[in-house]
């Protein structure tokens, strides 16, 4: 995988001058911008010349590796490799590819887990759809300013950013996020789809000092998972994907077996919290590969606040809504 990443970083630092691939798969695409949009993935998202790309990456990197089979969100069913090996890959190839166009943080998550072989080889899928605590290691790449790798193997939360001779180096052991935070991302253009715990949830950080949280909070959305969570895993902060009322969003945006399973991993080996908000990430058993599932990750004190707002409703009651600024009197 950092192979991989290394190499999807190189090829993405080129921009419009990336040099033609060396095989016909990969030079079906390269004649194309890397933004240029090229198809639909199984969960109905556009596919860009950039995903296709760094799925092909990805997976001829895995097939040099101990890896049975991969399972990519460019891929409608999980791809078999190396027969008996011990472990398979689930993979996010390129996150964050509405940012390409615009030259901002992207990134490339993933997962590892035991490989159970199956008899009928139609349960192939099945292999990939264990809960997330069975993970034996996760990871993402940003493609940022730096290139960096976040990686955990189930011992602590690392961070190792690519150098000039494209080796990655260890920068950051042990890695903690800071139990508490004052900064929220979550797209607020979506306010009036959220269900009500959301909505009260941020409307009480949007209240700041004066509201009944006491204190200012701050926001952030990049639209690029890998970069909230870098931010996240550096300085703190909660980050929410909910479920809400659009059509298709009701299990929110992202997908539980290669985005938030992988980065739940990450942050709870960072001492950090990942929710559906109102259950366990990892703790979720996926039904099928492509699945979608809310989001809420980040400090955990925060993390268990956004739950409490979904499983006791009272708490929404503690705010009276004679009191605060837009009541009838002023607190
Ligand atoms: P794309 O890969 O389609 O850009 O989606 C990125 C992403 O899955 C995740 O990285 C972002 O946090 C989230 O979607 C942004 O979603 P919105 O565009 O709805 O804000």
């Keep these: 995988m950092a192979t991989a990443c290394r190499d999807i970083s190189r090829l993405i630092a080129a921009g419009p001058f990336a040099a033609p691939a060396a095989d016909l798969a990969r030079a079906a695409h390269m004649d194309l911008g890397h933004g240029d949009i090229v198809g639909e993935n199984a969960g109905g998202d556009q596919q860009k010349a950039l995903d296709l790309r760094a799925h092909d990456i990805v997976v001829d990197a895995l097939r040099t590796a101990p890896v049975a089979m991969v399972g990519s969100e460019e891929a409608d069913a999980p791809i078999p490799l190396a027969s008996g090996a011990p472990v398979s890959v689930a993979v996010d190839p390129l996150d964050g590819s509405s940012n390409i166009d615009v030259n901002m943080s992207i990134g490339t998550i993933f997962s590892v887990l035991p490989h159970r072989s199956w008899m009928p080889h139609d349960a192939s899928e099945a292999a990939l759809l264990q809960p997330g605590h069975r993970q034996l290691a996760a990871g993402y790449a940003t493609y940022g300013p730096m290139t960096e790798l976040v990686l955990t193997l189930g011992r602590g939360t690392h961070v190792f950013i690519l150098d000039e001779a494209g080796a990655f180096r260890l920068t950051g052991a042990n890695v903690t996020i800071a139990p508490q935070t004052g900064e929220f991302a979550i797209n607020a253009s979506n306010y009036r789809h959220w269900d009500a715990p959301v909505r009260a949830y941020i409307d009480d950080c949007l209240s700041g000092a004066e509201g009944m949280r006491g204190r200012d909070f701050n926001m952030r959305w990049i639209g690029s998972l ?7 895993l550096t300085r703190g902060g909660v980050f929410l994907y909910p479920g809400d009322q659009r059509d298709g969003y009701a299990e929110g945006r ?8 992988p980065i ?5 080996q960072a001492g950090g919290a990942a929710s559906t908000g ?3 990430i990892l703790d979720l058993v996926p039904g099928e590969l492509h699945q979608r599932v809310p989001l809420i990750f980040g400090s955990r004190d925060e993390v268990e606040r956004v739950e409490n707002y979904t499983s006791d409703p009272h708490s929404l009651g503690e705010r009276s809504p004679l009191f605060g600024r837009r009541g009838l009197f002023r607190a």
């Design 226 to 232: 890998v970069a909230e969570a870098s931010r996240i």
């Design 254 to 261: 992202l997908r539980l077996v290669y985005e938030a399973n």
């Design 264 to 268: 739940a991993f990450l942050v709870e």
């Design 278 to 280: 109102t259950g366990r």
